[in-house]
Nanobody, 117 residues
Framework: QVQLVESGGGLVQAGGSLRLSCAAS????????MGWFRQAPGKEREFVGD????????RYAGSVKGRFTISRDNAKNTVYLQMSSLKPEDTAVYYC??????????WGQGTQVTVSS
């Protein structure tokens, strides 16, 4: 199995920055991606971005492109979500996930990000 532990959430004022971390442990896979999702109260879960571990290529949702950056520490199997120019609408629970064999099948517990205006 795979375990994912998120950290770094908290309260930040609009325009500020925050960095989330997600550390993965457990079984390894030959190829995989790690991604970020978020869910605000009363809304659907939303894709934020992900990174392909072998190619280092990244994808971002249009709502965060240019403000959020995904990076990794390959030796630690850790992915980071650097969030800048935060807006109140970024307030949500942020989840880390692992995609393997075509699906996001492993999920972290989530970490709360609250952006005040």
């Amino acid at each position: 199995q795979v375990q994912l532990v998120e950290s770094g959430g908290g309260l930040v004022q609009a325009g500020g920055s925050l960095r989330l971390s997600c550390a993965a442990s457990g079984r390894s896979f030959s190829d995989y991606a790690m991604g970020w999702f978020r869910q605000a109260p009363g809304k659907e879960r939303e894709f934020v971005g992900d990174i392909n571990w072998s190619s280092n290529s990244t994808r971002y949702a249009g709502s965060v492109k240019g403000r959020f950056t995904i990076s990794r520490d390959n030796a630690k199997n850790t992915v980071y979500l650097q969030m800048s120019s935060l807006k109140p609408e970024d307030t949500a629970v942020y989840y880390c996930a692992v995609r393997v064999y075509g699906k996001y099948g492993y999920w972290g517990q989530g970490t709360q990000v609250t952006v005040s205006s």
